[in-house]
């Protein structure tokens, strides 16, 4: 989005709410520059439609943090699997992962594969006995996941800009921490 759809969008909310409305020139400036910093690289038409189901939904003005996630909604429904589910196919992994190829490991859903981080893992916990396996790594793997489910909405949520310098940062991280 360009600077001029982010000021479409901006008078769009200030036509909605007052409170926008009544921000000095140098407010409203700042926040053209937030939001095209923020919501830059959505589409018009998509954070348009967002900005709607906003004013439709709460009478009180949208944070970027709104705007972003009704778009990141409209063009990613949530179809989250519940927990339940997840270690369902987790399980089945562990049941079958004596002979789990990385091949494999790579057909499992996001979740789970974070949850073992790779099929060395999966192969370990299958030669655990079922009873350790179904108290303190089904436990351990509920807990878990929705602490994985949580961080991918977030970081869905981040502009891919955003998204890339964490990434870059963390791979600094890891990299001073292997030389220490």
Not at 52 to 76: L, V
Not at 132 to 138: A, L, P, R, S
Request: net charge neutral; aromatic share 8%; glycine share 2%.
């Amino acid at each position: 989005m360009n600077r001029a759809e982010i000021t479409q969008i901006i008078t769009l909310l200030a036509g909605n709410y007052s409170s926008i409305s009544e921000k000095t020139k140098e407010q409203k400036q700042m926040m053209i520059n937030t939001w095209q910093e923020c919501l830059g690289d959505l589409d018009y038409k998509l954070v348009l439609q967002a900005v709607k189901k906003t004013i439709i939904e709460s009478p009180y003005p949208p944070t970027i943090h709104d705007i972003r996630k009704n778009a990141i909604e409209m063009i990613n429904p949530v179809t989250q699997r519940t927990a339940i589910e997840a270690w369902n196919e987790a399980y089945s992994m562990i049941c079958s992962g004596l002979y789990m190829t990385q091949e494999q490991f790579e057909m499992a859903s996001p979740e789970v594969k974070k949850f073992f981080g790779n099929v060395r893992q999966v192969k370990e916990l299958a030669q655990t006995d079922l009873d350790t396996v179904n108290t303190v790594t089904k436990g351990q793997f509920l807990k878990q996941y929705e602490v994985i489910v949580d961080r991918q909405k977030e970081q869905k949520l981040l502009p891919q800009q955003m998204q890339e310098f964490t990434k870059q940062l963390a791979e600094k991280m890891s990299v001073k921490q292997l030389k220490e």
